[in-house]
């Protein structure tokens, strides 16, 4: 059985992330996410946006901070992240950066994991590592024994397959180490510069 934390959507997870980063409106975190490219991971509809923002205030995730009309458009609240929304956010990130049985949610995982801090990220993929190398020994071996035993090679086709995703996932996963561990890579949303681009951003979603 699965507990509240893995129930939580990818969606719901990318929204928690954008309220980890500052109290927002609905408009401000679908525009972000627009502009950040999102939408080539979770659908951007702005009824599945509202209709999961309602379950996690519901859920205790998210909380209402207030409320603003300008000029003829609708009130817009803002939420803030709680205790219990930040505490369930790193946990799903912890989880998912470590599992290598769903890449879409790694994929998610992957995008929030400088909501994390350096050193645990790197201790998180060294374990991810860890796995897929266990899973691509395991492909080899399952193939290599299979056609001594006289299966032919075009019938372990999609297993050699597997096995070449996973060697290239682990020398990419490699590289994304090395990338994050360098002193000169920003990591984290403390760290980033808060730029007048930054600014312009934020200030564009909000209208």
Do not use: K
């Not at 991971?41 to 409320?67: D, F, K, N, P």
């Not at 096995?163 to 984290?188: K, N």
Request: charged content about 30%.
């Amino acid at each position: 059985m699965t507990d509240a934390v893995s129930r939580l959507t990818p969606t719901a997870i990318m929204l928690l992330a954008m309220l980890h980063e500052d109290d927002m409106h609905t408009y401000e975190m679908v525009r972000l996410l627009r502009e950040r490219r999102a939408d080539r991971m979770i659908a951007l509809t702005h009824g599945t946006i509202y209709h999961t923002v309602a379950r996690l205030e519901r859920q205790g995730h998210i909380a209402e901070v207030g409320s603003d009309r300008a000029g003829n458009r609708p009130e817009r609240t803002t939420y803030t992240l709680t205790d219990a929304g930040d505490t369930a956010l790193l946990v799903w990130i912890r989880r998912e950066l470590v599992s290598i049985d769903d890449p879409e949610r790694f994929r998610i995982a992957l995008t929030e994991a400088h909501n994390l801090g350096r050193d645990e990220v790197i201790a998180l993929l060294d374990e991810r590592r860890e796995g897929l190398a266990a899973s691509l020994d395991a492909h080899r071996s399952a193939r290599e024994t299979a056609i001594a035993h006289g299966s032919h090679p075009q019938f372990l086709i999609e297993v050699h397959r597997q096995a070449a995703l996973l060697a290239a996932d682990i020398a990419w996963l490699d590289e994304a180490v090395e990338f994050i561990r360098r002193p000169d890579t920003v990591w984290g949303v403390v760290d980033i510069p808060v730029t007048d681009r930054y600014l312009a951003q934020r200030e564009s979603a909000r209208t």
